[in-house]
């Protein structure tokens, strides 16, 4: 795939949602990497049910601890694997109030080295929270890069690696919302929705589908 149907690819995005955002529901920075954490092997639609009474209760790592494992369990426990990322929760919120004052860090490094928290999730607090132009790759974007062709790659970080060299720079701050959006939605995993595709005719996919 050339640059120019990169770029065509990336405007039309832009065109067809201009402000894509995360879709799980949080109030601060602690609550999105809280969500985020969360939403591994699950949907944002049951995370964000799980949530909802939670982040009313604990805005900060502090009212976090306070409920401690067992009682963080009970809000969470309709999220798959709760029971591991519920500890993984609660050593972070320690984490977070004995060496950074209570705030989530920005820093990949500092992230990376809390409990539960990966690159794919760092990448996303980093974009979504302080707006750095970082590209964190799940399923969807994994499965839209290659099958259009935008940035193929046999693994996650070699298809974030080509991303974040391909995609253009006026782009690169929000393409982790339009592809995550374009996989859920429209580029989905058994049966793409071509028909209804934005960028059907810049796609390189060979076994496009009427819908």
Sequence with gaps: MNANKRYEIFQRLKQHNPTPTTELQYGNTFQLLIAVMLSAQATDVGVNKATRTLFRK???PAAMLKLGEAGLKE???TIGLYNTKGVNV???CQI???QHKGRVPAERAALESLPGVGRKTANVVLNTAFGQPTIAVDTHIFRVSNRTGIAP???VVEVEKK???FVPDEFKLDAHHWLILHGRYTCIARKPRCGSCVIEDLCEFKHKTED
Aim: one cysteine or more; proline letters at 0%.
């Design 163 to 165: 991303l974040l060299k």
């Design 75 to 77: 809000y969470i426990k």
């Design 96 to 98: 977070l109030v004995d």
């Design 58 to 60: 604990c805005k900060t």
């Design 90 to 92: 609660i050593k972070t």
């Design 153 to 155: 790659g046999k693994n």
